[in-house]
């Protein structure tokens, strides 16, 4: 039987060798394409190729892309006020298959988000260095990385057997939120913290904008790739233990045993996802997860993430924009700088108007 470290490596590779495939896949929709007018509708259905919707066969790909920019400054203002300027893109993509029968789906999802901001004005005082100015850094606001696949072989018009695989992670470094001059390590990156899920179970689809699946079989994974963080026990990871007998001398503390990298546990799992347009150029994107593991089935204990986006169409590229996440999650530390671990509810909103277009096929 291949060791623990075997496994973590076997997994790992699972991980990014089905999230690349499935990323070229995505990536081949072409990002900034816009809206087909009327006149590009037709004149595809003249060469007889249509835009395609969820319930065709073949290959069903599109999405959303979306940019938001604000910026707010004063000069003199007597009441008082903060410049600040903040600026987030989002890209929400899809590729879908269906077989020549109808009867087998291969659905794949990606969300993207990627958002800057700065207070103040573009030049700070050095801390470092009393009377000298420096530049003002952009701050990351927002950054996140969600990919779901699920495969689902038809029972009837409504049910599926289904099995899923997602990942959620982040693209690049976050920094404590005190850290604006990032003078100390990053707390965050790619993959640490990644989680996500792979399990069997049943998809219930009642309306082609909903979705509800049920799975009793259900593996979670929760990844801290760096070695530095996951000592440090972060993302409910046990931490490295060490051996501080020589402190008293002056001497550094001695690792003896590395913190946890990969966690795995076995539960139960539902996903609802809903995606439609609820009023006239107003569309509603939601998916709500919950997890918990068989070992610890008290109420609070249950894993809960979801993640809304409101897009209000203005015109044909101007988009108002609500983003909001919420998560429970019972192992987590959410104040990491105070003594014993400290559980609440962590949420993330984000509001903004900017530009906006669909591209591909009907969702």
């Known amino acids: 039987m291949p060791g623990p470290q075997s496994w973590h490596f076997f997994n790992f590779k699972f991980i990014m060798k089905h999230l690349l495939l499935s990323a070229l896949l995505l990536g081949g929709t072409g990002l900034f394409a816009q809206n087909p007018s009327d006149e590009d509708v ?9 835009i395609k919707d969820i319930k065709d066969t073949g290959w069903v790909r599109g999405g959303f892309f ?27 993509l899809f590729a879908i298959h269906r077989n020549s029968k109808g009867n087998q789906i291969w659905e794949n999802y990606l969300d993207l988000a990627y958002g800057l901001m700065r207070n103040g004005t573009a030049k700070i005082d050095d801390p470092s260095n009393p009377g000298s100015r420096i530049t003002n850094p952009f701050i990351k606001n927002e950054d996140k990385l969600v990919f779901l696949s699920k495969f ?11 099995v899923l695989f ?4 982040q693209m690049f470094p976050g920094y404590d939120a005190t850290d604006v001059l990032r003078k100390n390590n990053h707390v965050s990156n790619f993959m640490a913290q990644g989680f996500g899920y792979l399990s069997v179970g049943i998809d ?24 530095r963080l996951a000592d440090m026990g972060l993302y409910g990871m046990t931490p490295a233990t060490y051996d501080t007998t020589g402190a008293y001398l002056g001497n550094p503390a001695k690792k003896l045993t590395d913190g ?37 089935l008290q109420p609070n204990r249950i894993d809960v993430n979801w993640q809304n986006t409101l897009n209000m169409k203005v015109n044909k590229y101007i988009t108002v924009a609500l983003i909001n996440q919420m998560i429970w999650d019972y192992d987590v530390d959410t ?22 277009a669909k591209f591909g096929d009907k969702l």
């Not at 014993?340 to 509810?345: E, L, P, S, V």
């Open 42 to 50: 037709k004149k595809k259905a003249a060469e007889g190729n249509v």
């Open 66 to 92: 979306s940019t938001n920019i604000s910026n707010t400054s004063f000069s003199y203002w007597a009441q008082g006020g903060t410049n600040n300027t903040s600026f987030i893109a989002t890209a929400s």
């Open 152 to 162: 689902g072989k038809k029972i009837n018009d409504n049910l599926n057997y289904s």
């Open 166 to 169: 997602s990942l959620n992670t």
């Open 204 to 227: 219930y689809k009642p309306k082609k904008y909903l979705s509800l699946y049920i799975s009793p079989i259900t593996a979670k994974y929760t990844v801290v790739r760096e070695q």
């Open 260 to 296: 946890q990298t990969f966690r795995q546990e076995l539960g139960w799992y539902v996903n609802l996802t809903f995606n439609k347009e609820i009023a006239k150029n107003i569309s509603l994107q939601s998916r709500l997860e919950f997890f918990q593991n068989y070992q610890t």
């Open 335 to 356: 104040v990491g700088d105070e003594e014993g671990t400290q559980r609440n509810i962590q949420l993330k909103n984000f509001f903004g108007v900017g530009f906006s």
